[in-house]
């Protein structure tokens, strides 16, 4: 994760739209319907999803534009990428301090949490020397309410 820490989040805070204008982030055509395709809260998308998403308000959109787009906010720090325990890189526009997730098991819905207490782990000291630390991502499992109501499938 990039160094910048001064950002106050909070599922209240700005859209990425709204903060790639702040930061004078040459908004072409392409880059907006990308940007406008991850608006919203709990957007976890693939960059496929977002592909899918943006691509009928702008047909001439390009797949390799979309995953050079992702790549470049991601190293802006305006994107996080998170693989949510599947492998699979999914994009979210969340950036705020101490978000991590809540996985549905059975359905895979995914919201967005402010763990309370053990959000700032720490890297046992034998490691730091030999290890540089990028990211540190938690993932808490569970079963939603909707499927909590509904049958196991798989019982
Ligand atoms: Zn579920
Ligand atoms: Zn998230």
Request: aromatic content about 4%; some cysteine; hydrophobic content about 30%.
């Amino acid at each position: 994760m990039p160094a910048k820490s001064d950002q106050r989040g909070g599922p209240q805070s700005q859209s990425l739209l709204q903060r790639l204008r702040r930061r004078g982030w040459r908004l072409t055509s392409q880059r907006r319907v990308i940007a406008e395709a991850m608006e919203g809260e709990h957007v976890h998308l693939t960059a496929e999803e977002v592909y899918d998403r943006a691509s009928p308000r702008l047909p001439e959109l390009s797949r390799a534009t979309v995953y050079n787009t992702l790549n470049q906010l991601v190293k802006l720090g305006e994107v996080a990428e998170v693989s949510l325990g599947s492998g699979t890189k999914r994009y979210d526009p969340q950036t705020a301090q101490g978000h991590q997730h809540l996985v549905c098991e059975r359905c895979g819905a995914t919201r967005d949490v402010h763990p309370a207490g053990a959000d700032r782990l720490t890297l046992p000291t034998a490691e730091r020397g030999r290890f540089k630390l990028n990211r540190v991502e938690i993932v808490f499992w569970g079963v939603c309410s909707n499927c909590a109501r509904s049958p196991d499938p798989s019982t």
